[in-house]
């Protein structure tokens, strides 16, 4: 863990500049919050940078993938599947700004 925190330090990137940014806990099979995940989309980027700690084997990485809802990213050693879930806020602040 570290890279998207040193690419945000490095281009001095504000939430607002953000597409997407998060950073939660996940879940296991067990539904015990044993993992970390860093999602980040620059603005006018395609592409999400995510980190993660997978909770079901304690491994850590760092991907890039392209931007798509929903979101999946898919632990490099174990195959387990960690996503992010629908902003529900997000839509509402779509729907009032229009
Ligand atoms: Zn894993």
Not at 19 to 32: G, I, Q, V
Request: glycine residues 6%.
């Amino acid at each position: 863990m570290g890279k998207i925190q040193d690419y945000v330090i490095k281009n001095n990137v504000k939430p607002s500049e953000c597409t997407y940014h998060t950073w939660r806990d996940t879940k296991n099979s067990k539904k015990e919050l044993t993992g970390k995940m860093r999602v980040l989309v620059p603005k006018n980027s395609t592409m999400a940078m995510a980190e993660y700690t997978c909770p079901e084997c304690k491994h850590s990485d760092y991907i890039e993938q392209e931007w798509k809802r929903p979101f999946y990213i898919k632990c490099a050693k174990c195959g387990f599947r960690m996503g992010v879930p629908k902003l529900k806020k997000e839509a509402k602040k779509d729907a009032k700004g229009k």
